[in-house]
């Protein structure tokens, strides 16, 4: 499965990429605002994340920039990851929303893009609402989500990411994907969605 934005090409991760994503989740500033992702991150975390088979109905996905002629980017560079993962509640199964975003791309508008890629995909899978979570001192992701039409549940909890070493408070966000609500158009600013179980080791 694959989706192409204006700018990036979202894909499956493929074996080889683990270099690539090594140095993206390797970055400290990074991984601390994902909960599943170990700490110290190497070689063999990002080797396991780039060989895992992907879901049909909880994606994820590379965000990628696409090979092109005469374009100002590295062919084909990583740019960061999103997708779903399957979330237990005491009323049944939810699909939780997760992205993160490599530093040097930050505040390219690239997670907000992405998204909107993603969510426009996700109805045709069965998906009708879903959930996303970001740590309170984390306000550029807050703010991507509600770009992408997620609103703020009033629900807050201790959240820990290895990254961090001690628990933090984390807001949890909640869309409605048959409301058509597209979000904020205002400006953009990235950051990296803190709870993402799809990237347990990435």
């Not at 597209?182 to 993402?196: C, F, H, Q």
Request: aromatic share 10%; charged share 20%; glycine share 12%.
């Amino acid at each position: 499965m694959f989706v192409r934005s204006q700018n990036l090409f979202l894909r499956p991760a493929w074996p080889e990429d683990w270099a690539a994503i090594l140095g993206a989740v390797g970055d400290e500033a990074v991984a601390r605002n994902l909960r599943s992702v170990p700490w110290p991150y190497g070689e063999a975390e990002a080797r396991w994340f780039a060989s895992q088979p992907q879901d049909p109905h909880y994606p994820h996905f590379l965000i990628t920039l696409p090979k092109g002629p005469g374009g100002d980017h590295p062919g084909g560079a990583l740019v960061g990851c999103i997708g779903l993962t399957r979330r237990q509640e005491p009323e049944g199964a939810t699909a939780e929303f997760g992205y993160w975003i490599a530093r040097s791309y930050w505040n390219r508008g690239y997670a907000t893009e992405a998204g909107r890629a993603l969510l426009g995909l996700l109805p045709v899978l069965g998906h009708r609402q879903l959930v996303a979570c970001c740590f309170r001192d984390n306000p550029a992701s807050a703010r991507v989500l509600r770009k992408l039409g997620f609103h703020p549940t009033g629900q807050m909890a201790l959240r820990t990411a290895p990254a961090r070493g001690e628990p933090a408070p984390a807001a949890t966000f909640a869309i409605d994907l048959q409301l058509g609500d597209g979000g904020d158009t205002g400006g953009d600013s990235e950051g990296n969605v803190a709870d993402m179980a799809a990237l347990r080791a990435a």
